[in-house]
């Protein structure tokens, strides 16, 4: 069963211009704690199908391979150990939204699967361990951080 997790939010910024501020990943510190990203291949700065990235999630460090990297998507997927898999999906859509035309809808998702997929359902308490609220605070707090600082204009090169 696919447990999919989802946080959207809208940014003033074109689809690609919001899509290189993402894949410079040596600029999230600057704007959020918890989660980094970088590619395996220092070399690589936008990283393509089959690359492996190294991923540090509050502490936990994780080494997807690169699936998608398009105009519009940017996925990865990882594995624990056969029980999980997670794609993990940035979307950098064209706004359709009044008021932000020109503008992105910028999507984070990940879809869950295997048995360990049941710690991210809507249904499993957290005392049993359920992590899906945790995740998608995460997500929220990492698109508003991002949102902020891409409109911001911090230095951008």
Do not use: C
Request: hydrophobic share 35%; aromatic share 14%.
């Amino acid at each position: 069963m696919v447990q999919t997790l989802h946080s959207q939010i809208e940014i003033t910024l074109p689809p690609s211009e919001v899509k290189r501020l993402f894949l410079d990943f040596s600029s999230f510190p600057q704007f959020h704690t918890g989660f980094t990203a970088r590619a395996m291949d220092a070399s690589k700065s936008n990283p393509q199908p089959g690359d492996r990235l190294e991923i540090n999630s509050n502490g936990t460090v994780l080494r997807p391979i690169v699936l998608e990297n398009t105009t519009e998507h940017f996925y990865w997927q990882g594995n624990f150990h056969g029980l999980l898999k997670g794609t993990h999906m940035w979307r950098f859509l064209p706004s359709e939204e009044e008021g932000n035309q020109g503008g992105t809808t910028f999507v984070q998702a990940e879809d869950f699967e295997g048995v360990l997929s049941l710690l991210f359902s809507k249904w499993w308490p957290k005392w049993l361990g359920g992590m899906r609220r945790s995740i998608e605070r995460d997500f929220g707090m990492f698109n508003r951080d991002f949102k902020r600082w891409a409109e911001g204009g911090r230095d951008r090169g």
